[in-house]
């Protein structure tokens, strides 16, 4: 529901052309607004923000307001909700990306490739200072 709400130089209001009062306005007119929502809190919330907007208080109708209230906590939850789940998925991708560097996978293969390298060269060593001899047998091992 849209309303044409206007603050006139007087301290009155101009709600859909029709000039009321700031009693009227917060009293009468947002209950009657409000109970034709019903249980509509979306709409509620509309005719909240426009009063709102123009300077005019919620509070006579306590029970709306206070639904109202809790409809913005629980969007501004989800919205919070929202984005951290969509930085937590963001900063995945990023992690998620950097597995898949060509740059970092060379990196660790030549890492994984010179420990291999080390290992032989310490084996050979140990084979070499054994005098060719094997400790063990082939068949030691099946």
């Not at 009321?20 to 509309?46: K, N, Q, S, W, Y």
């Not at 029970?63 to 209230?69: H, P, R």
């Not at 994984?112 to 091992?141: K, N």
Request: proline residues 1%; charged residues 30%; glycine residues 4%.
């Amino acid at each position: 529901m849209e309303l044409n709400i206007k603050k006139l130089p007087s301290g009155e209001f101009e709600v859909q052309g029709q000039a009321v009062t700031r009693a009227f306005a917060e009293g009468i007119m947002l209950a009657t607004l409000m109970a034709t929502c019903e249980d509509r809190v979306a709409h509620m919330v509309a005719i909240a923000d426009q009063y709102e907007a123009a300077g005019l208080s919620i509070q006579g109708a306590r029970k709306e307001a206070s639904k109202v209230a809790e409809y913005r906590y629980a969007q501004a939850e989800a919205r919070r909700k929202r984005d951290q789940e969509a930085q937590w998925y963001a900063q995945r991708a990023r992690e998620m990306a950097s597995m898949h560097d060509p740059l970092e996978i060379a990196r660790a293969k030549a890492k994984r490739e010179a420990r291999d390298a080390e290992i032989r060269a310490y084996a050979q060593s140990i084979r070499a200072a054994r005098g060719g001899r094997q400790v063990f047998s082939d068949s030691d091992w099946a």
